[in-house]
């Protein structure tokens, strides 16, 4: 382990193995970034430490910061790792190969970034949802994945379907009395198809309609980004493979947003945003 040097050094860049592997093949373009500080203690009490209260910011100010860490595993653990699941048949010996990072992997090197708040507050930015017509059946504060625990809230719940057959208006008919022409059509695809005997199939459904509100966050654009995982099982090990096409997201799902919505469901109040998230029958 190596430390920064404060009074030469101004800033330390290093690239992570993903991030090479990109470089390599000149896919390499970042958009974003984000500020952590997983390397500083605020409360020194839960290592055993007691201090004043206006010492906490003369030994953050001097204490020795770490330089940049990278990578979390070394080649020859990550080779270990691999080889064990290939000869136990957890893993095919040879994998397609996809331009996105292990998320366990990222998830190891930071864990903490800076957020956005209102200034002079005590409270800390957060999400508030609301289930709109689904029931959300359990939560969980933490998701753990490869042994890591990760401050996410996770809430449970499912879009369900339920066919309805309505026949109290049903009437015998002569179908080769009824004049049908190359217009003439029963869409198969809507919530209700009536039939030519005026009986009825009605499709009554539960979806996954969301009203997300950001509470505390000095920011004041409404906007959301929607991140879509899979969860991959190798033997008894699971881990999330983020899906970052847009192709393969609406393999699964219809997503609606905002005015997309259908205007019977309860408008949302000011600075809200409605996420709809609509499986596919």
């Known amino acids: 382990m190596a430390f920064f040097d404060k009074k030469q050094e101004v800033i330390d ?14 896919s390499f373009k970042p958009v974003y970034y984000s ?4 390397d500083i203690i605020y409360n020194a009490a839960p290592t055993g430490v007691t201090e004043k209260q206006n010492r906490s910011q003369d030994r953050i100010k001097e204490a020795q910061r770490p330089r940049t860490q990278h990578t979390v595993t070394s080649v020859e653990e990550t080779y270990d790792q691999l080889a064990e699941l290939i000869e136990s048949g ?7 190969i996809k331009r996105t990072q292990d998320t366990e992997i990222s998830e190891k090197i930071l864990s903490h970034p800076l957020q956005n708040t209102v200034l002079s507050s005590q409270n800390a930015p ?3 949802v609301n289930a709109l017509q689904c029931r959300i059946t359990s939560s969980a504060n933490t998701i753990t994945s ?19 057959r309505d026949d ?6 002569d179908i080769e009395s009824i004049p049908v022409d190359s217009e003439y059509y029963i869409d198969l695809t809507s919530d209700e198809i009536q039939f030519l005997n005026d009986t ?15 509470e505390y966050s000095a920011r004041t654009i409404n906007e959301f980004e929607i991140e879509f995982y899979e969860i991959l099982e190798e033997g008894t090990t699971q881990h999330l493979l ?9 393999k699964y799902f219809d997503i609606l947003v905002d005015d997309q919505i259908d205007k019977n469901i309860k408008e949302s109040a000011e600075n809200r945003r409605h996420v709809t998230v609509r499986t596919k029958s």
């Open 242 to 250: 983020r899906l970052k096409e847009e192709d393969e997201v609406y």
């Open 168 to 173: 109290s208006r049903e009437k015998e008919i």
């Open 146 to 164: 490869k042994e890591i625990v990760k401050n996410i809230p996770q809430l449970n719940f499912s879009a369900s379907y339920s066919l309805t």
């Open 90 to 96: 957890q893993r095919e010996r040879f994998q397609e």
């Open 200 to 214: 009825k199939i009605r499709v009554e459904r539960e979806d996954v309609i969301l009203d997300v509100t950001e």
């Open 13 to 26: 860049i290093q690239l992570t193995q993903y991030g090479k592997n990109l470089l390599a093949r000149g």
């Open 35 to 38: 500020f952590f500080d997983d």
């Open 126 to 128: 957060r999400l508030k």
